[in-house]
């Protein structure tokens, strides 16, 4: 099975129907990108940069060490697109013991781009560092946990004066585009404001599944109770992938979601081209999209989207 698999590697992604589906890799280190290319993905969709910045006994990376690192995982991408996500930090990704959580709730505090906005000089020392590696590839710089208008006017404002700071200094920096994790459930239903400022988003389903359904990701005593298909779960990704759809906008999955071979066909028939995950799930994915046909699917998928129980509609299906 793994040599079958194998041979997929340089087999172009597109289903029975002749529809392309974007394979992407989500790392954690700039080292990471070797395994994603190995695996045949077409770039990384999620770059998850909080681990440069964890374990690190009170001291941040300051531009320089983080302008290499985001370089480093640009140049190990061979020039396809890296997407990476500025820092979130905060509940199962705690900042190390000099930096005190104080949030009453880790999980609903100041936390990702709140915690950024909060800190703008630490924010806009990761945004110019990734404007740099930008001059050496394609980049796009992704948000996480953004659910209001005004924390996108923000972003953009942080991202211009990163850029403003970089060109009083001389510094070579190249274009990105502007993307929003969503995975909150008020950003998924108000995405279409928010895709007014983003040049496309990415479904964070890991949080989004977390907050819709009011269970810690993290806590093994509700675990049973975190559910990809709850229908209230699916049909906000439903939501979210029609409205970028429509509006012309990229979408792309990047939480465990993408990577489950089990929710391949139905993502698909809701219209999903772009899928994230760890390099080792590219091959499996790629087997399901190449036996797919997305004009079956489809309103298969809006069945299974009406479905009391959503499990069951997939269950006999497989
Ligand atoms: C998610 O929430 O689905 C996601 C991709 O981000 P993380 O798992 O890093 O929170
Ligand atoms: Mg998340």
């Given amino acids: 099975e793994r040599e079958r698999l194998a041979r997929l590697r340089h087999t172009p992604s597109v289903t029975l129907d002749g529809q392309k589906v974007e394979l992407l890799a989500n790392i954690e280190q700039p080292s990471d990108a070797a395994a994603a290319v ?36 640009v140049d190990g991408m061979q020039g396809l697109p890296v997407t990476i996500r500025t820092i979130d930090v905060g509940a199962d990704k705690p ?47 992704l948000f996480p946990m953004v659910s209001h208008q005004h924390e996108a006017h923000s972003i953009v404002a942080q991202v211009k004066l990163a850029q403003a700071e970089l060109d009083a200094r001389g510094a070579a920096y190249g274009a990105v585009q502007l993307g929003a994790m969503i995975e909150i ?23 989004l599944i977390q907050y819709t359904l009011a269970i810690d990701r993290a806590d093994e005593a509700v675990a049973h109770l975190y559910d990809p298909l709850h229908p209230a779960v699916l049909g906000l990704v439903a939501q ?16 465990e979601m993408a990577g489950d071979t089990s929710m391949t066909r139905l993502l698909l028939g809701l219209g999903l081209r772009s899928f994230s995950m760890h390099p080792a799930q590219i091959l499996s994915v790629k087997q399901e999209v190449l036996r797919a046909d997305t004009r079956k699917l489809q309103p298969w998928a809006q069945a299974v989207l009406q479905a009391d129980v959503p499990a069951d509609v997939l269950a006999a299906a497989s």
Wanted: proline share 3%.
């Fill in 38 to 73: 190995r695996a045949g993905a077409v770039g990384v969709g999620l770059f998850r940069s909080e681990f440069l910045f964890m374990g690190r006994e009170g001291k941040l990376p300051g531009e320089e060490e983080q302008f290499e690192a985001y370089k480093a995982a």
């Fill in 185 to 207: 459930p008020a950003a998924a239903i108000m995405v279409r404001s928010l895709l007014k400022h983003f040049d496309f988003v990415s479904i964070g389903t890991n949080d």
């Fill in 240 to 255: 979210v992938i029609e409205a970028a759809n429509d509006m012309g906008k990229q979408v792309c999955v990047c939480g």
């Fill in 95 to 141: 900042l190390d013991k000099g930096f005190k959580e104080t949030s009453l709730n880790p999980a609903l505090g100041l936390r990702a781009i709140r915690w950024s906005l909060a800190e703008p000089a630490m924010f806009r020392t990761q945004l110019r560092a990734i404007l740099r590696a930008a001059a050496f590839g394609q980049v796009h710089l």
